[in-house]
Every structure is written in C-alpha cells, then in structure tokens.
C-alpha cells in the first residue's frame, strides 16, 4: 500500500469537506472552519492513516461529526431578531454563489429543509457520487438506512418541488 | 425522440434504485439545452446539484493550512530514568578516572622516597672496616639492651599482676 501524504491525499479533499460541512451548518465561515478543524484532526492522528480502511471515508465522517456539533451550538445562540439584523444585504448570503436564480433558490431551501441526515446523505449521493456502501461508511448507519433515508429526502424533495410548480404554493 | 429509456431512469432514480452510474447518464442527460417539456422541472433538480458539486474553499486555504500542519513539531520525550541520569554517572565515571589516576601518580612519586630492599645497590659508608664494625657493634649493643630493659619491665608486670590474681 502507497503511503498516504497529507499535500496529495488529504488536502485535495478540502472542498468534497467544505461542500458536506456547508450542508449541514449552512453558513459559509462556519463550514469553513470545520474544514480546517477536520483537518488538522486528520493530521494529528497521522500514525493510524496506514490502518484505515479509507482516509477518505475516515475524513468525511469526522468533518460530519464536527459540522453538527458546530450547527447544534450555533442553534442555542441564535441572533435575535431585531432591527439591525434585519438589514442584512442579501449579496453576504453564503449561498449566492450557487443559487442562480429562483428555482435553484427553491431546491435549496426544499433541501436545507430536510433533517440533517437526510441532508448529509442527499449530498454525499447526488452531488459527490458515493456509493451506498460508502454513505454508510461515512454516517455510520447500515446501507438500509441510508437507502430509506435517501428514499425520504428525494421523495419530500420532488414532493414540495412538484406542488410549488404545479401550483405555485 | 424516444425518451422512455430517461423516463424509467427517473423513476427507478426516485425509488432510489440506480446505480451510481445510471444517475451520472440521468445528470449528463439534464445538463444538455434541450430538454423534453415534461421533464423539464427536473433540470434545475439537477442543475443545482452540479451547482452545488462546483463550491470551492478559497486557494488560501491550503496556505493556512499547511502553515499550520508543516510547521516543525517540538515532540516531547519520555526519558527513563536511566537516560536522565546518564550525565550524572558520566561526570561520576570522570572524577572516579582522575581519583585513580591522581593516586597512581601520587604513588609513583613516592617510590623514590620509599626502603630499598634491593641490597646489591648499596654503595660503603665507611671507609675504615674498625670504625664500621664499631659502629655497628655499638648499634646491636643499644638494641640489645633495649631488649633486654623490656623483658625485664615485662616480668616485672607479670610478677605484680600474678598474686593480685591469687588473693582474689
């Protein structure tokens, strides 16, 4: 087995990491600093990298497991409400990058509805291409789970987007 | 067109029963421009998944992280006890040297100063063989005498010790 280097073989995971903490604090500084809390986690456990079955997979999960403790903490201090929040200017939206127009708005606030799980496996799927086997690896549930969560999340997700279209609740 | 073939895909894609591989046709398939009318609402389904698939950390990043995860990593070292003493039984093993070889050089140095036995090598003192064999006559003469002055002094202390013990 090749021996796994940090520049070539974690480092080039950052944005594969960037795109799952996203999904799940939904804020871009945030997600940010999970990364990068992930990987030097990574590093600071380098002696086990040989042991692993999938540096990958092992990343993936520890980036998840870091996001959702940052998204519960953040869900306890959450700001009020008041007159100088709300002036916010949109163009500081961390998503205005990806959400090009309406629809693509919509499908991200249908997806960014769903439970964390749902969203976590959502995106390893349909954005990053895993497969089930990997999914599992990563959240650390059986196959079936993850296949009946999929099954939830694109069902709800067709469900909502096929009557706001339909018609236009 | 024949579209059935897509169709089933994105219905066997909605009971979670593709393949990685039949998602990747599904998605190659809705990135084209011209998307039959009724499954155009799907586009921007997988539009924003490629979208979505196109976030990127900042080129910074790797600089920050590097920084941090190359630096040179002070280790510290668990030293047995041994180890940690070693200076200690050295700089004890040194003075020990210097004692022993202090000693043999004191000792060297004194030789010169010590009894030679060696009888071969003494040179005459007297050169008139009367005078010599005066001298020592004379000589055995204060020993003996000495001698006999202690035997005496012994029976002496013999005899005053010997009735005490009788008495008692």
Known sequence: MQAINFRNDILPLKDKLFRLALRITMNRAEAEDVVQETMLRVWGRRDEWEGMESVEAYCLTVCRNLAIDRSQLKESQNEELTESNANTPDSADPYSLCVRNEQMALIHRLISGLPEKQRTILQLRDVEGKSYKEIADIVGVSEEQVKVNLFRARQKIKQQYTEINDYGL | ?168
């Open chain 2, 1 to 168: 067109m024949d579209y059935k073939y897509i169709e089933q895909l994105l219905e066997r894609y909605w009971a979670c029963e593709t393949s990685v591989e039949e998602e990747q046709i599904l998605r190659a398939f809705f990135r084209q421009k011209e998307v039959p009318a009724h499954l155009l609402p799907y586009k921007s389904l997988f539009a924003y998944e490629d979208a979505a698939a196109d976030l990127h950390l900042g080129e910074d990043f790797d600089e920050r992280i590097l920084a941090q995860v190359e630096r040179p990593s002070v280790k510290a070292r668990r030293l047995p006890m041994r180890r940690r003493m070693m200076p200690l039984f050295k700089a004890a093993a040194v003075v020990a040297v210097m004692l022993s070889l202090g000693t043999v050089a004191q000792h060297s140095f004194d030789r010169s100063r010590q009894t030679d036995y060696n009888y071969d090598a003494y040179q005459d003192t007297y050169t008139d063989p009367q005078s010599a064999y005066g001298t020592v006559s004379e000589a055995l003469q204060i020993v003996s005498e000495s001698f006999q002055k202690s035997q005496v002094h012994d029976s002496d202390s013999v005899a005053d010790t010997a009735p005490k013990q009788a008495v008692q």
